[in-house]
Nanobody, 117 residues
Framework: QVQLQESGPGLVKPSQTLSLTCTVS??????????WSWIRQPPGKGLEWMGV???????YFSPSLKSRASMSRDTQKNQFSLRLSSVTPEDTAVYFC?????????WGQGIQVTVSS
């Protein structure tokens, strides 16, 4: 069973860039034609899909985040990453890395990220 684990800073200052990494185990990020997504959940709100990186390495983002978000992957380390620039307190959330888009069958446990000075 594939497993995903998020890592990154728990606290980021406003206007800085948030960088998160998802390490995948028990499965390759380039196998099976699965895309890999980032989702977040702000406090007291629902889940928000942020973006996806496809099997060919291309990425797509929610229109509301497109100007600030980027994704990349390291196939040697079996990791994919999210960068979100110019963060504000509204970016405070639990961030999840997920296998799939639409149908998401494997989730990381989530990482709390707080944006505060």
């Amino acid at each position: 069973q594939v497993q995903l684990q998020e890592s990154g800073p728990g606290l980021v200052k406003p206007s800085q860039t948030l960088s998160l990494t998802c390490t995948v185990s028990n499965g390759s990020i380039t196998a099976g034609y699965f895309p890999w997504s980032w989702i977040r959940q702000p406090p007291g709100k629902g889940l928000e899909w942020m973006g996806v990186i496809s099997i060919d390495g291309s990425s797509y983002f929610s229109p509301s985040l497109k100007s600030r978000a980027s994704m990349s992957r390291d196939t040697q380390k079996n990791q994919f990453s999210l960068r979100l620039s110019s963060v504000t307190p509204e970016d405070t959330a639990v961030y999840f890395c997920v296998r799939g888009v639409g149908v998401m069958d494997s989730w990381g446990q989530g990482i709390q990220v707080t944006v505060s000075s």
